[in-house]
């Protein structure tokens, strides 16, 4: 696929809550990987509250030095952001990039942001053979913008910080996306103990959306060195973050916040592990996973037929995410969350149905003598 290679436009601008709007939304949600049960009652509590201060302009002061507290950096290391999404749009536009590299399958966002700032933006594409793990060495030498996730949407690998530390130069300025890193127990592989340690620029991207269900607040935050915070501050409006979000950047980053998202990657863990086995199950009706070891709160299944099978999933009120607005993935791919274990019980019974119903319409049927 070359740089400019299909999937593009409108397709990079396809995400999961796409299939549980309009007719799916009483569908089942398994296509968008924001925890469930959320926001919890003491964070609905504190927003509730911060809405008796909306008179005032919002102070981002408290809320930046209590992130940066929670990752042992100094307060103009942190830039608040409305969401990690504004973030790339921030980067996209205050950034010098002549050769500016994504690696893919990911979030498409940041692709879509950096066209839309008017760059030409190259593809390196992770393999399916090599369960999407990273190569380092796909990697252009001369690319001086570098965007990867981690673990990265859709695929839910986890690359190590050691290679991705790889990737950083003189020259270069390296952008990871750690939206569901705090998903993953003990926050394994967080390029953020590696800031100011390596070479080039490094710029690491946090979410509240995934773990605290806060996608209609919009709400994250840029950790990089206090010159690229402020090249990229300068970009924003005023007041760019508002002040109930301000208050859940803060209270999300108190100790016991942070001892509750821990917990919560652990049963993502266990339930995730519970899901695979459902899946495995499976493996005979020709579904497989998209890599061996899985650390996010998704798993890219694969199928020959998964567009039919998606159909036959939401008509029996489920939905899942497609696969092919990915760049590097086909139609043959979706996405599924990760969720308790009774719905994925449900999911799997469903999906065990579905695939039943797939191979009824492939069996060639006999001649009928007429």
């Known amino acids: 696929m070359n740089a400019c290679g299909s999937p593009a436009g409108d397709a990079l601008r396809h995400h999961g809550d796409a299939e549980v709007r309009g007719a799916g939304s009483g569908l089942t949600d398994l296509a968008v990987n924001v925890r469930t049960g959320t926001p919890p009652a003491w964070l609905r509590e504190r927003l509730a509250a911060s809405l008796a201060t ?12 209590a992130v940066a507290e929670r990752h042992g950096l ?13 973030a790339f749009v921030l980067l996209a536009r205050a950034l010098p990039a002549r050769r500016p590299v994504v690696v893919h399958p990911q979030f498409t966002e940041p692709e879509a942001a950096l066209r839309d ?11 399916p053979e090599d369960g999407f793990g990273l190569d380092v060495g796909a990697v252009p030498p ?12 859709p695929t839910s690998v986890l690359h190590p910080a050691a290679a991705l530390a790889r990737l950083a130069r003189p020259g270069r300025t390296l952008v990871v996306d750690e939206a569901f890193v705090d998903a993953v127990p003990g926050e394994r592989e967080s390029l953020v103990p590696l800031l100011g340690q390596l070479p080039g620029r490094t710029v690491v991207l946090r979410s ?6 806060l996608a209609g607040l919009r709400v994250g935050y840029v950790l990089s060195d206090p010159q690229t915070v402020r090249t990229l501050a300068h970009q924003q409006p005023l007041w760019p973050v508002s002040a109930p979000a301000l208050v859940a950047a803060q209270a999300c ?10 917990a919560a990657a652990r049963q993502f863990a266990a339930d995730r592990d519970h899901l695979r086995k459902q ?14 070891t899985p650390e996010g709160p998704f798993l890219l299944v694969g199928h020959p037929h998964a567009a039919a099978l998606r159909d036959r999933l939401r008509a ?18 979706f996405r599924m969350a990760v969720r308790d274990r009774a719905t994925t019980d449900r999911f799997t019974a469903a999906l065990h149905r579905a695939l039943e119903t797939l191979e009824t319409l492939e069996t060639p049927h006999a001649p009928s003598g007429r």
Do not use: I, M
């Open 54 to 65: 909306l008179a005032a302009y919002p102070d981002s002061g408290p809320a930046r030095r």
């Open 74 to 86: 100094a307060p103009d290391q942190v830039l608040l952001t409305a969401g990690a999404a504004e």
């Open 117 to 127: 700032a008017g760059h030409r933006v190259e593809r390196v594409l992770l393999r």
């Open 142 to 153: 001369e690319a001086d913008l570098v965007v990867v996730g981690n673990p990265t949407n």
């Open 208 to 213: 509240l959306t995934k773990t605290w269900g």
């Open 253 to 262: 980053s108190a100790p016991d916040a942070l001892e509750e998202a821990q």
């Open 279 to 292: 899946l495995a199950q499976l493996h005979t009706a020709g579904l497989s996973e998209a890599t061996p």
């Open 316 to 333: 029996l009120g489920f939905a899942v995410r497609r696969g092919d607005t990915f760049p590097g993935l086909g139609r043959e791919w």
